[in-house]
């Protein structure tokens, strides 16, 4: 948490109204709210500014008054620029004649694939061997442990995408996280559902937008679906994650990157050749 404070000195006695704006400066997961100001804590702190601000104008008359509300828009609009203006990122996309189901093709043919992990979560870093593996019920499983067998965590993907956490670590088992390492191993399953789906284009590259609960998913392939360029998750303006598949060999992403962006919040895997016997 990062704390931000506005100062404003009115008169010659050098009176200063102060008053503090708390902003989640990670615009972390917490309660599945992803990258936003706390807007309980804002809505009190603006409450509070505004009942000192009738205050000071009974006080010290409506010139005052109206310096003391011209710091609360100043307060509220800072916070605003805070988390990054109201840029979108995707305002200057375009629709674009195409298929969106041609990203089915990037869908990873897991059978039984091992990488090696590391896992980045805050202060926290684990790395060892996660394991995909096609069960007889079309379900995928997904286990991450250590070198010596130790479990950090073991999930399940059904055929339609519903999740189960069969087991995780206790210093990972927090809502925060656990809802992080679902939606970034879904990016990763790449299933999405493509009944809304839509096609926008940059010129370049054109984006298979998805919409989800809390923004939406963008497929970004090349102009003509011959390769997935990356994945972004996004919020209503920006993106929120990054996942990059690269280097397929019969149809397995050899590498696999997830980046949080604002949050320190990262999955990185490698596969590893099984020895032939």
Not at 137 to 149: H, K, P, Q, V
Not at 236 to 258: F, T
Request: hydrophobic content about 35%.
């Amino acid at each position: 948490m990062r704390y931000f404070r506005l100062s404003r000195s009115y008169g010659k006695a050098g009176m200063v109204d102060s008053r503090e704006y708390l902003v989640d400066s990670r615009e972390s997961l917490v309660d599945s709210r992803e990258y936003i100001v706390d807007g309980r804590e804002s809505a009190d702190e603006s409450s509070e500014l505004l009942v000192v601000s009738r205050k000071s104008g009974s006080e010290r008359g409506p010139f005052i008054s109206l310096l003391s509300r011209y710091a609360l828009i100043v307060g509220i609009l800072l916070s605003t620029i805070g988390l990054g203006g109201c840029r979108n990122y995707y305002k200057h996309l375009a629709p674009a004649k195409g298929d969106v189901h041609c990203i089915e093709q990037f869908a990873p043919q897991y059978v039984s694939t091992m990488y090696s992990a590391y896992v980045d979560v805050t202060k926290h870093h684990f790395s060892g061997l996660l394991f995909i593996k096609q069960m007889p019920d079309s379900s995928t499983r997904i286990l991450f442990a250590n070198e010596i067998g130790v479990k950090f965590f073991d999930f399940s993907f059904s055929k339609d995408g519903e999740f189960t956490k069969n087991y995780i670590l206790e210093k990972m088992d927090k809502k925060a996280v656990v809802l992080a390492l679902k939606n970034d191993l879904k990016l990763v399953l790449l299933h999405p559902n493509l009944s809304k789906a839509s096609v926008l284009t940059d010129n370049t590259n054109n984006f298979v937008v998805v919409p989800n609960k809390k923004g939406k998913d963008y497929y970004i392939t090349d102009k003509d679906c011959t390769r997935l360029v990356r994945i972004e998750k996004s919020s209503k303006r920006k993106p929120v994650v990054v996942a990059e598949l690269m280097d397929y060999k019969n149809g397995i992403p050899d590498s696999v990157h997830i980046q949080h962006k604002n949050f320190k919040f990262s999955i990185a895997l490698k596969k590893v050749e099984k020895e032939k016997q």
